[in-house]
């Protein structure tokens, strides 16, 4: 079964850190794109962050750009998402998604995670 | 950035109905649009791709629509199991970016 398994998430004070891993499993990892979508509450999904199979390519959201990094290890089959600088705003669930097509192609998703839930407050 | 504008923002239907829910874009996206329903508490999950390709499992009952800017998802008789919220999605340029959502309601 492909499966992705999101952990990490919590209560931050603003201005802090946190790490997102997000586990796959039922795949070949390394040959497909993998996506950080996330939604604030009550509100819309927001593409924020993907990196290409071999992790050569990467793409951040304005509003993350500079204060997020995306990352992942091939051997563990896991991706990540280290979040600092982090503000009310980025209170939201974040979910890890799978693109649909194998190779560098930043289309649709189509295995997502049940999400991990962040909230920034003092 | 393309900007994705859904309408309506809600509906009110029944058992049986059939839905129309409709994404516009900002500029012409050439059928790069994918669907997605999404559940309270659950992650989204894809019914459409390439404007009105099934993805496998999903019902027949679900279809897409359009072309340039417009484009549409049609349940042609609504059951219980999909009153949820439902968002297109294009991939025609980066960023990605969703439309606002359509919440299908019970009447």
Request: glycine share 10%; net charge positive.
């Amino acid at each position: 079964e492909v499966q992705l398994v999101e952990s990490g998430g919590g209560l931050v004070q603003p201005g802090g850190s946190l790490r997102l891993s997000c586990a796959a499993s039922g795949f070949t990892f390394n040959n497909y794109a993998v996506s950080w979508v996330r939604q604030a509450p009550g509100k819309g999904l927001e593409w924020v962050s993907a990196l290409s199979g071999s992790g050569g390519s990467t793409y951040y959201a304005d509003s993350v750009r500079g204060r997020f990094t995306i990352s992942r290890d091939n051997s563990k089959n896991t991706l990540y998402l280290q979040m600092s600088s982090l503000r009310a705003e980025d209170t939201a669930v974040y979910y890890c998604a799978k693109f649909s097509i194998a190779g560098n192609y930043y289309y649709y998703m189509d295995v997502w995670g049940k999400g991990t839930t962040v909230t920034v407050s003092s | 950035d393309i900007q994705m504008t859904q309408s309506p923002s809600s509906l009110s239907a029944s058992v049986g109905d059939r839905v129309t829910i409709t994404c516009r874009a900002s500029q012409g996206i050439s059928n790069s649009l994918a669907w997605y329903q999404q559940k309270p508490g659950k992650a989204p999950k894809l019914l459409l791709y390439a404007a009105s390709r099934l993805e496998s499992g999903v019902p027949s009952r679900f279809s897409g629509s359009g072309s340039g800017t417009d484009y549409t998802l049609t349940i042609s008789s609504l059951q219980p199991e999909d009153f949820a919220t439902y968002y297109c999605q294009q991939y025609y340029r980066t960023p990605l970016t969703f439309g606002g959502g359509t919440t299908v309601e019970i009447k």
